[in-house]
């Protein structure tokens, strides 16, 4: 893996998917290719947030495993069709996260945006752009931050941001990891997204069948009630709906628990 250096701090880092190690430098570790490995961010995680928390510990074991000091890590996930997510592995993380994504000053819009992971370090060389979150890191007690773009699809970015304590840096074999571990997280991260959509359009469908099946059995009960054909049935849910500004599934429902015996309960065979 060939990692390019930019600059001593605000460093942009580059891996280009190779093996190779950059001239003058000792070899690095050669991490595994990631399409072998997933992370398990979908049992007991019952929304993108569980998902995204149980993502950020788990990157922040990994590179901890690497340095060999504490780091942390937050993660922030953002679609277009709604508002960014984040999470972190501990409250200090999440605050920062919280305070990039308001003051919009800091590198993981970039991150998102370039494909490229970065380094912004604890001294003065770290771009104009950049200071006040610098700042923030500095008095939040951490000395230097990797951000790394997690690859998902279209329209969907993530990025994880490592906080190393002051004293710390990151160099190029732990950016290598960071970036090893992105692409698992990548692959992870999508499964879950995925399983969790699947899951929505199940619980949707199960809701409109539930609704449509409570209109049936209440149109089938005033065509009992009113010797009527179920289209008469239908127009007199639906004018008694109007006229009370209720849904017509609530009208229905309203008819089936004034039964004598209540509304009959609703089944699906999976």
Request: hydrophobic share 45%.
């Amino acid at each position: 893996m060939t990692i390019h250096v930019a600059g001593t701090s605000g460093r942009v880092l580059k891996a280009d998917g190779g093996k190779q190690a950059m001239a003058g430098s000792p070899a690095l570790e050669p991490w595994p290719e990631p399409s072998g490995f997933l992370l398990d961010l979908v049992t007991d995680a019952h929304t993108d947030v569980d998902s995204l928390r149980r993502l950020a510990e788990t990157a922040a074991v990994a590179l901890t495993g690497s340095v060999g000091v504490q780091i942390d890590c937050a993660a922030t996930l953002a679609s277009a069709q709604r508002a960014p997510i984040r999470a972190a592995n501990n409250g200090r993380a999440a605050s920062l996260a919280a305070a990039e994504q308001d003051f919009d000053d800091g590198p993981l819009a970039q991150v998102a945006d370039s494909g490229i992971p970065v380094v912004v370090g604890a001294d003065g060389g770290t771009p104009l752009r950049w200071q006040a979150y610098r700042c923030r890191f500095l008095d939040a007690g951490y000395g230097e931050v990797l951000a790394v773009p997690v690859r998902l699809e279209a329209g969907i970015s993530c990025v994880l941001a490592f906080f190393a304590p002051p004293g710390v840096s990151f160099a190029p074999e732990v950016v290598g990891h960071a970036t090893w571990f992105a692409g698992v997280a990548g692959k992870s991260l999508k499964l879950a997204l995925d399983v969790r959509n699947v899951r929505a359009a199940g619980d949707n469908l199960k809701a409109v069948l539930e609704s449509r099946t409570s209109i049936d059995v209440a149109c089938g009960v005033i065509m009992g009630r009113n010797r009527c054909s179920y289209p008469d049935a239908f127009s007199m849910l639906a004018s008694a709906s109007t006229r009370r500004s209720m849904q017509v599934r609530d009208v229905a429902e309203g008819i089936l628990k004034n039964m004598p015996r209540g509304a009959p309960a609703t089944r699906f065979v999976d």
